[in-house]
């Protein structure tokens, strides 16, 4: 494996050396290891991760939600939130049965945007290495 210096990972990544250090700084990307000479170095796999977190951010994730997932910290207990989302849905549909037509169009949208959420969290799931 052929570790890459920081410019190397940002023009891999199609990113600035400045975003590469920021991201770092944030904690959303690990330096593999540092040459004599104190240059970080990177996993090839960063670029991929670049990826990822533009990804997540693009589709509403702050960086700093971003950077806790990727340390673990607040882990989720997604079959809990999956459960949330199913009651969130369920109540949604009742409440809209009654609402009228501005209120529908509202819901309507706001629904079109969660399903693009999961779309985007299916695809990344689907794409991401086993543990």
């Known amino acids: 494996m052929t570790l890459m210096r920081i410019g190397e990972l940002a023009a891999a990544a199609g990113v600035s050396n400045r975003t590469v250090d920021f991201y770092t700084s944030l904690g959303l990307l690990t330096p593999a290891s540092r040459t004599t000479g104190g240059f970080r170095l990177y996993d090839p796999a960063a670029v991929e991760q670049i990826a990822t977190v533009q990804h997540l951010e693009s589709s509403g994730m702050a960086l700093d939600d971003i950077?806790?997932?990727?340390?673990g910290a607040g882990a989720t207990d997604l079959t809990g939130v999956l459960?949330?989302?199913d009651q969130d849905l369920a109540a949604l549909r009742a409440l809209a049965e009654n609402a009228g037509d501005t209120a529908q169009g509202l819901a309507a949208t706001l629904a079109v945007r969660?399903?693009?959420l999961l779309t985007t969290a299916m695809e990344l799931l689907s794409t991401m290495p086993p543990p």
């Open 83 to 85: 459960t949330r989302l």
């Open 114 to 116: 969660a399903n693009q």
């Open 67 to 71: 950077a806790a997932q990727l340390r």
